[in-house]
């Protein structure tokens, strides 16, 4: 936030300033203009009033407030939708892109942890595998990450949280204004520029446990008209497994910003990213010759020479003009090059070592993703019947082209091999949006329409298998499919003063076949003719707000059904029947010192700071009603999952929280098998942030998983992946 009066403004009106400072300063001009000595007769004595002090964010920041988003964020309307603000300033930094941790306010959206942090899963409401975020859309900027948008939705790359204003997680039908992904969409809100510096540099160091050393270090600032921001991040480490736990992450990305006029705004933006990561395998509950049992070696390694590395090069471009002060376009082009490569040893199974005749060497996977989207969007407040409403519409363009190859090495760490597998594999997609939040005094209704065109097109050239000796397949698979689905949405909310709503969603949903579901990498596995894209209806209903300045609440009842779900029986790959996931969101945050100082009556206590108490729940009641896995939980669907801690905050130089993660037991595949059982677990988290001097020096520390739980929340064919135990993470940040 920033403090600015009318005298302390620039007066060159060329200068880059936000907006509502401009306002300000352009009415000071007015009113000096008007207060002129001729203005004013000896009987009409010059009266000075009181400075008028303006706190406002960046314009290209608008203030938003936890734990929800407002109802109009830029060219997006989210009246009556479901949505959460994770706000990175209202708690110390999360550091090494601890999820758990950034996710402590947010009920329902579940992390699946990883003892070596090489990619993110993430999973909401029991709606599908986790695995790689497959299910959820992450954006960054409104601009997807995800591998290919459709056929193979894995996210490898995020941006580190040091970058982030914040993320928007928007719950199920709420993501109708990016697709049509059933669990939702998570945007990542990067920073821009600062305007009141030509620059400035931070520069930030972590140290801790198993060797984790992470640096990120950014520059940015405003010159005439252009502003800049940068930053380049690394992470390594090794994890606590005994090998092949190490990682290294190495990012950066450049931030353009350029006032060509008032109305006009050009942004461009270049990510790079690379990164290396071992796979040390999985462990099992059995004890068998050859099995890695997780109670007598929780550290121990399967797989001592499996890797993955990626890369990831994407530009992108933006236009945003105010056409006038009631309509807003934004208009993208992004696209560039990701690139996934990986090495597994052959012979291993649930937990056990490698054996057999396959164990001396190893598949290696190569995938390559050439990509160009667009995304255009137009808001436009209009005026009828005395209220003003607001609608959006426009529509997004995507191009995939991603040739993949399978090779087999002599060795178990072998980097290149004979060629098994080849397929040739292409999207093209397009999607055309609208949406209108009428008004009726405190009543919004907003309807929506989406219209998902998707053509997919997968070719194998080769298939020889994976074994030893060479075993061409003999009838090479393809498909080529195009699919048009219509999606509808309607949104209503009633203010019921007090900074009170009431809210409620009703939207459709669809989940595309991914290249995998299309046309199977093993020899043996098996597709059905038939097999249909998922379908999903989420309703919602529930009541949000702020009444008081120490408390913030937001409580719903959700319902999602889910048709057509895609699942495995043996090696066929089938839709697997209807689930239906029913369930209680609430979330809610008390100040207790501030509610001590409203009592009170007396400002002079807010010196204390604040002292606030938070929890949120998910309740969760999931089953399939038809299918083969009728009357079964699906897959990462806990009956519950609660979260509650305490932060205490200091003058913006103090912060402290202590911070509690409590999930249920639950399944890891939907035939709920009793190896991928995942018991309930608690981890409490300790972290502080600590201005020592000034804006300028910052100590940041903190003690994961405080009490050494024992547990994991993550099951794979190849095994049991045990979570982290107590490590801890000392640093300092450095600004100038």
């Not at 040091?162 to 059933?182: C, I, K, N, T």
Request: net charge neutral; glycine share 10%; with cysteine.
């Amino acid at each position: 936030m920033k403090n600015m009066t009318c005298g302390n403004l620039a007066c060159d009106p060329s200068a880059t300033l936000p907006k509502v400072a401009w306002l300000v300063f352009s009415g000071c001009l007015t009113l000096a203009s008007a207060a002129s000595p001729e203005s004013f007769s000896s009987t009409n004595p010059i009266v000075r009033l009181p400075d008028v002090v303006v706190t406002a964010e960046d314009s290209n920041s608008p203030p938003l407030h936890q734990p929800y988003l407002p109802e109009v964020v830029g060219t997006k309307i989210l009246a009556g939708k479901k949505t959460t603000l994770v706000d990175f300033e209202a708690t110390p930094a999360p550091q090494t892109d601890n999820y758990r941790q950034a996710f402590a306010k947010t009920p329902g959206l579940l992390v699946s942890e990883l003892a070596n942090p090489s990619l993110l899963s993430l999973g909401s409401r029991g709606i599908g595998d986790p695995h790689e975020t497959q299910n959820l859309l992450v954006l960054k900027d409104g601009i997807p990450f995800v591998a290919d948008l459709f056929g193979y939705p894995t996210v490898y790359y995020a941006p580190p949280f040091e970058s982030l204003d914040r993320m928007e997680f928007y719950r199920g039908g709420a993501s109708l204004l990016y697709g049509p992904q059933p669990a939702g969409a998570l945007n990542y809100v990067t920073h821009m520029p600062r305007t009141n510096r030509p620059g400035a540099v931070t520069i930030q160091q972590i140290a801790g446990s198993d060797h984790l050393l992470a640096t990120y270090a950014s520059f940015d600032g405003t010159v005439g008209r252009l502003g800049y921001h940068g930053y380049f991040s690394r992470r390594a480490g090794e994890s606590f497994r005994d090998l092949n736990s190490d990682y290294e992450a190495l990012g950066g990305s450049l931030k353009l910003v350029m006032h060509t006029s008032a109305e006009n705004r050009w942004i461009f933006n270049m990510d790079a990213f690379r990164a290396d990561s071992g796979e040390p395998g999985g462990l099992t509950l059995a004890t068998a010759p050859g099995a890695l049992n997780y109670h007598a070696n929780r550290h121990a390694t399967q797989t001592p020479f499996d890797r993955v590395r990626v890369e990831r090069y994407m530009p992108s471009l933006t236009l945003e003009r105010d056409f006038t002060e009631n309509t807003l376009m934004t208009a993208t082009a992004y696209g560039g090059y990701f690139g996934r490569f990986s090495k597994r040893q052959q012979g291993t199974g649930f937990g056990l070592l490698p054996s057999g005749p396959t164990a001396d060497n190893n598949l290696i996977q190569l995938q390559q993703f050439y990509t160009f989207g667009t995304d255009l969007r137009l808001r436009h407040h209009w005026t009828a019947m005395g209220e003003e409403h607001t609608f959006t519409g426009g529509f997004s363009t995507y191009y995939s082209h991603s040739p993949f190859t399978v090779r087999r090495g002599n060795t178990p760490d072998a980097e290149v091999g004979e060629l098994r597998q080849q397929v040739r594999r292409q999207s093209v997609y397009g999607a055309f949006f609208v949406e209108n939040c009428f008004r009726f005094h405190r009543l919004s209704i907003t309807p929506a329409f989406r219209l998902e065109n998707l053509h997919q097109n997968i070719k194998e050239l080769a298939n020889l298998g994976t074994g030893e000796i060479p075993t061409p397949k003999v009838t090479l698979a393809q498909d080529a499919y195009v699919e048009s689905v219509p999606l509808v949405g309607l949104g209503v909310a009633y203010d019921l003063g007090a900074r009170v709503e009431a809210y409620g969603n009703v939207s459709q949903g669809y989940k595309a076949k991914m290249y995998t579901d299309a046309v199977p990498l093993g020899v043996t596995d098996t597709i059905s003719a038939n097999l249909e894209p998922g379908k999903t209806w989420t309703y919602e209903v529930g009541l949000r707000g702020a009444p008081r300045p120490w408390l913030t609440f937001d409580t719903s009842l959700f319902l999602v059904d889910y048709n057509d779900r895609f699942g495995r029986v043996g090696n066929h790959l089938q839709n697997v029947g209807r689930s239906i996931n029913q369930g209680w969101d609430a979330a809610v945050e008390l100040d207790l010192l501030g509610l001590y100082a409203d009592q009170a009556s007396s400002p002079q206590n807010r010196k204390l700071g604040s002292f606030s108490l938070y929890g949120n729940v998910e309740l969760l009641h999931a089953r399939f009603v038809s299918g083969p896995a009728n009357g079964r939980t699906p897959q990462y669907a806990p009956d519950y999952l609660l979260r509650a801690g305490a932060i205490y905050r200091w003058k913006d130089r103090v912060k402290l929280a202590l911070m509690g993660t409590f999930l249920d037991d639950h399944f890891g595949d939907d035939a709920n098998t009793a190896a991928y059982h995942i018991p309930g677990y608690l981890v409490w988290d300790l972290t502080g942030e600590f201005k020592v001097y000034r804006d300028r020096l910052r100590l940041l520390a903190g003690i994961n998983n405080l009490f050494d739980e024992d547990y994991y929340s993550r099951i794979r064919g190849n095994g049991v992946d045990p979570a982290y135990g107590r490590n801890y993470y000392v640093g300092l940040s450095l600004g100038f």
